[in-house]
């Protein structure tokens, strides 16, 4: 059974970027920030998980091995659904196989049961851990936050090139004149290859300014 302390917030800001650093160092993390967003039915200013007791990374049966996960010990779940679990739930319309090219190749579904979980509302932090709640908070508050230090001497690359992004809007833009849409979605990538970054960092990095 996880332990429970609460402790004060005296700087969300900072602690935030400690979190995400801190996070970092397992191989199951996953830091929800609203970002001062009020528009949640509880006014989470962090929400935050780390460490698994038990996880499932599935491309098939998704939805059942969350399922069986749960019913296991049910408790907290973090994680995620990728884009591609379209193709399980919507099959008739996502039949084809998809042959895009994919550099990341996340996992159609992946969840966890955290070892530790990070909440901060009001002016307090709360945290749920299998461990010493107080070792926790103090491992946390006692990280150094470096900036990132940028990125040199590095291309940034598009999947689609400018040619082929026009044609495609203007191919969209007439669907949507004929009434065969009325509102899509249309993303690309950006991309640098080889290449060695910190993520927290960057992740704070790109949170900052976003």
Same mark, same amino acid.
């Given at each position: 059974m996880r332990k429970t302390a609460v402790f004060p917030a005296r700087d969300i800001q900072l602690f935030k970027k400690q979190l995400n650093i801190w996070a970092g160092n397992f191989f199951s993390a996953l830091c929800l920030d609203p970002n001062e967003y009020? &528009?949640?039915v509880k006014p989470y200013k962090l929400l935050a998980a780390a460490g698994e007791q038990d996880a499932i990374d599935c491309n098939?049966?998704?939805f059942n091995a969350i399922k069986l996960l749960f019913d296991k010990s049910p408790d907290w779940l973090? &994680?995620?659904f990728s884009y591609d679990l379209k193709q399980e739930t919507e099959k008739k319309l996502?039949?084809?196989?998809?042959f895009r090219f994919d550099g990341i190749?996340?996992?159609? &579904?992946?969840?966890?049961r955290p070892d530790h979980i990070i909440e901060a509302s009001g002016n307090s932090i709360a945290i749920h851990s299998f461990e010493n709640p107080h070792d926790i908070f103090e491992s946390i508050s006692s990280i150094t936050v470096i900036e990132f230090p940028g990125i040199k001497n590095k291309k940034v690359q598009q999947r689609i090139s400018m040619p082929e992004y026009l044609k495609t809007i203007a191919l969209l833009k007439s669907h949507i004149t004929r009434g065969d849409?009325?509102?899509?979605?249309?993303?690309?990538e950006f991309f640098i290859e080889n290449i060695l970054v910190d993520p927290p960092l960057l992740f704070n990095r790109l949170n900052e300014i976003s």
């Open positions: 009020t &528009g949640f098939q049966d998704v973090f &994680g995620y996502f039949s084809k196989p998809d190749q996340f996992s159609k &579904g992946y969840f966890f849409i009325y509102e899509i979605n249309f993303c690309q």
